[in-house]
């Protein structure tokens, strides 16, 4: 049986101008569906690690599917997001604009956040590195929106573009990829997709 790792994105965040964006919260509505997919893991019952950014808002995700399937967190500060510390927090319409023109322009800096490509060769590197040797059963992988966008598009042969994003919504998405052949097997769907024994 082919073993499967999921990439799934932290849900809907407390967003908080006066605090560093690695250290935002959950928001409430973020927290009810990670409970309500730890407490129905469906696609994940097969799952025999999880690996996380070090970020809060994804260590929120982690830990409580982590519990519901009895195996530690492993935390990976490298699998952070693209860095944005350059600017901190942005309003969301000046954020809009500025990942726009990050992914439009990945072999530069935009504003002093960290260039899409280099992002790209940071997350690619991570998950190649944890699923180097081989592991039993399959593999979750929880961090970023924006993170997760480039390994989607270096997983699946295509160039750096916004339009494979996961989309509006606030998060809390996911992908599959085949741990051998490494190519994505479907885009992003909503995490509630993942209490389903046939998603």
Known sequence: MSRIARYLTHPQVLIDPAREVPRWSLSDVGRARVSALASRPGLLSETRRVISSDETKALETA????RALGVE??????????????????????????????????????????????????????????????????VLFVGHGGVGTLLFCALSGNRIDRRFDQGPGGGGCWFAFGIEHRKPTHGWQPMEMLTSAFA
């Open 63 to 66: 830990c409580p599917l982590a």
């Open 73 to 138: 967190v492993e935390v990976r500060p490298r699998m952070h997001e693209n860095d944005r510390s350059a600017t901190g927090f942005l309003p969301p319409h000046e954020f809009e604009k500025v990942a726009d023109e990050f992914f439009a322009n990945p072999s530069r800096s935009v504003r002093g956040w960290e260039a899409a490509e280099d992002a790209q060769k940071r997350i690619v590197d991570e998950v190649d590195t944890c699923l180097r040797g081989g592991t039993d059963g399959d």
